[in-house]
Every structure is written in structure tokens, then in C-alpha cells.
């Protein structure tokens, strides 16, 4: 049953796959990477595989493919690389291709997912061009405004109150301008990050499902357990961004308002460490600590649930493994103080100023998979809860936040 399914899901899937040993010797394509190339599946089957690289390229292709295969290990489809291949008919085309290994009888086999980027390259091309045409556009018109300007202060003073006008006119072109133009980069973001964010979790299932079929013996248990697991992750992957891509359409849409009601924090704070504790996969240790007070609050429990999750979530995700979260709280004249604090990363004191922004990451953490949304969302719930955040932070020495809000709203 196994070995049918997935080898339905290698006939059949819209993604390039090609499986070759070590010495680049191709031994299977799948129908679409056939396709794909120009080629009929028999005709690659023995062959190197430096046929599918664009000639000026093959001989530092062959010192990288023997350095992959020196040091297998799995590798995502790569943003930001220009790939080419070579079609049959000498064609040239842009990829994508992620790269992974399995053992078949002793023998180590490399699995080369290939995607075929063409459409989208060109489309980045006429965003660029679409860009710059808003962009001249803009410029155009702000000139012929500064003319009109220029033209309006030679005027007498009956003309005053049309110049005035004017201006107003004229702030108000530019502060649409500027929105426009703002929407359109959060957009080209948008994009860019949800094509990232997405593609990666989805190669890395079906790199799984592809591998699990190779371990069909009961003593391969072992190695099937892992790569269900890392399917669940991904799985759990995607829908954290579903979650905070419906988080962010609610607050935009103003659907979502604070409902209080009373509970003890202290209380809420112990149960999620708790709930972290069980889950988390690194190691990390908790170390959490309570001031005196009654921890009573009369606030949206749901919300602070999701303040509290969103900010152990990034102490864990930007910490080793071995680092310690540290979570504080106390009260005190009527207001409450949450601190949580990791040993990890830092934060770039130049990205600082830009932290709470929606699709805002720092530099330092582009390898690491996110969505930018989190903190914007903590903030805006805080907010609405009548309650505020700040930071302190140095790049690899940790970074703290303090959550600060009323017992009652």
C-alpha cells in the first residue's frame, strides 16, 4: 500500500524529482522533471547529472556536488539565489531546487526536488517595472505641484485664499501617494514572505512523505518516527500562519474587542510555562518567579494568553538550547509587570526602532522562520487591553520585554 501511494506521489506530482548516487549518476525522473527538461524519462536515466546544468557552469557543478555528497544533509529550496538549467533544446530557465539524502542498501542516494520558477521571475520583473512606473508618476506629479506652488506665490493677495486651498490640495495628493505606495511594498512583502513561508514547510512534507516510503521494514521504525514528526512540525508551521494572517484580518477590520473578565495571572503565567515545558523540543529551561500580590485581573484572559504565548514562543525560537527563559511578574500600585527574558540572539540595534512593525524581521534572524507578524499583534492586543510594551536588547547577549497593564481596564 505504502510503496504504491508514494510511488503515485512520484509519478504524479507538479514537482520536479530526481534521484541520483554520489557520482551524479541520475537513476530515476520522475514524469514532471522529464517534462519539465524536455526530455523523455529513458533518456536520463544513466546519465550525469551536470546534463541538466548549463555548460559554462558543469565543471564547478561537479566540485559541488561532490562536496554536497562528502557531507549530505537536507537543504531548502534557496530565495535570493539565481539557479539556472538547461532544457534539452539548450534553453535556459530559472529554478528553485532543495536538496535531501537517504540510504538504499548501504548506498547513500541524493534527492534533487526542482521547481521551475520561470512564470514567477517574470512576474517579479513587471512588479519592478510597475514600481517604477508609480514611482515616476509620483515624481511627475509632485512637480507639477511644486510648479503650481511656484507659480500661486507670484499671485497678489486676492489670490491668497485659492493658494491655501491649493496646498491642502496638495497635502493631500501626497499623503495618498504615500499610502499607495506603502500598501504596494506591504504587499510585494506580503508576498514574498508567504511564498517563503509556505514553500518551505510544504518541500519539507513532501520531502518526508517521499523518504518514508523507504523505510518500509519494522527496523526502520526509528527513521519513519522521525520524518512524521517532522511532518507534524510543518503541519503546526503552517497553521500558526493561518493564525496570525486571521489575527492581523481581524484587528485591520476592527472585529476584535477586548472582553474582560476576572482571573489570577499568576495562575495564567504557570500554566503556559507548563504547557512549554511539555512541548518544546531544544531543551530550554524556565526559570519563573512571582512578586507578592494577589495577581487578580479583570482583563481579556484570551488575549493575555496569546501575549504570554507569542512572547515565550520567541525567547525559545531565538535562544540555544541550552539558554534559560526567565519569566517575572509583580504588581504593584495597581498595575501589572510581566518581564520575559532570553539569553539568545539580540536584536540589531539598528532593526530596534522597527520591531513592532507587521512584517518586520531582524536581520540576524532571516534563517530562522517566521512571519514578522507577532510582535504587531502583541502590541495591538495590548492596546486594546489599556496596556503597553517595551524592550531592552543587545545583539547576542538576550533580549527582555515588560509588559505593563492595569489590573482592571
Do not use: C
Not at 157 to 166: D, K, P, S, T, V
Not at 206 to 220: F, H, P
Request: aromatic share 8%; proline share 3%; net charge neutral.
Amino acid at each position: 500500500m505504502y510503496q504504491m501511494t508514494f510511488q503515485a506521489i512520484f509519478e504524479y506530482s507538479s514537482l520536479g524529482i530526481i534521484i541520483s548516487d554520489t557520482q551524479g549518476n541520475i537513476l530515476q525522473v520522475n514524469p514532471w522533471a522529464a517534462k519539465t527538461f524536455g526530455y523523455d524519462v529513458d533518456e536520463l536515466v544513466g546519465r550525469k547529472i551536470e546534463v541538466l546544468v548549463p555548460p559554462d557552469l558543469r565543471k564547478k557543478h561537479v566540485g559541488q556536488r561532490e562536496s554536497y555528497a562528502a557531507n549530505p544533509h537536507p537543504r531548502s529550496m534557496g530565495l535570493n539565489m539565481n539557479l539556472l538549467a538547461v532544457k534539452k533544446n539548450g534553453d535556459y530557465f530559472p529554478v528553485e531546487i532543495s536538496l535531501t539524502y537517504y540510504d538504499f542498501v548501504g548506498q547513500k542516494q541524493i534527492v534533487s526536488f526542482i521547481n521551475d520558477i520561470t512564470v514567477r521571475k517574470a512576474a517579479e520583473v513587471n512588479l519592478l517595472k510597475l514600481t517604477e512606473e508609480l514611482e515616476s508618476k509620483v515624481n511627475e506629479r509632485t512637480k507639477e505641484l511644486s510648479d503650481a506652488l511656484l507659480e500661486l506665490n507670484h499671485t497678489n493677495e486676492g489670490l491668497r485664499l485659492e493658494m491655501e486651498h491649493r496646498k491642502r490640495v496638495e497635502a493631500q495628493i501626497r499623503d495618498m501617494l504615500e499610502k499607495e505606495k506603502e500598501l504596494n511594498e506591504l504587499k510585494s512583502r506580503f508576498v514574498s514572505m508567504a511564498s517563503h513561508e509556505f514553500r518551505t514547510p510544504l518541500g519539507g512534507i513532501l520531502s518526508s512523505i517521499t523518504l518514508i516510503d523507504r523505510y518500509a521494514k519494522d527496523e526502520d521504525a526509528p527513521k519513519r518516527e522521525k520524518h512524521i514528526h517532522s511532518i507534524k512540525k510543518s503541519v503546526r508551521n503552517l497553521t500558526n500562519i493561518l493564525n496570525d494572517f486571521l489575527s492581523l484580518d481581524k484587528l485591520d477590520q476592527g472585529k476584535i474587542s477586548s472582553s474582560p473578565a476576572e482571573f489570577n495571572l499568576k495562575d495564567l503565567v504557570n500554566e503556559t510555562v507548563d504547557e512549554f515545558r511539555e512541548t518544546t523540543e531544544k531543551g530550554h529551561s524556565f526559570s519563573v518567579s512571582h512578586g507578592d500580590g494577589s495577581f487578580s485581573l479583570y482583563q481579556d484572559k484570551d488575549m493575555m494568553r496569546n501575549v504570554l504565548i507569542n512572547l515565550i514562543s520567541n525567547a525559545i525560537k531565538y535562544s540555544s538550547e541550552s539558554g534559560t527563559i526567565f519569566v517575572r511578574t509583580e504588581t504593584k500600585g495597581g498595575l501589572v509587570k510581566i518581564e520575559i527574558e532570553d539569553q539568545g540572539m539580540g536584536i540589531p540595534e539598528a532593526d530596534q526602532k522597527h520591531l513592532f512593525e507587521r512584517f518586520f524581521r531582524a536581520h540576524n534572524v532571516t534563517n530562522l522562520q517566521g512571519t514578522g507578524l507577532g510582535l504587531n499583534i502583541v502590541k495591538r492586543y495590548l492596546d486594546l487591553m489599556g496596556g503597553s510594551i517595551t524592550f531592552t536588547s543587545k545583539e547576542n547577549h538576550g533580549t527582555k520585554f515588560i509588559v505593563t497593564l492595569p489590573e482592571k481596564k
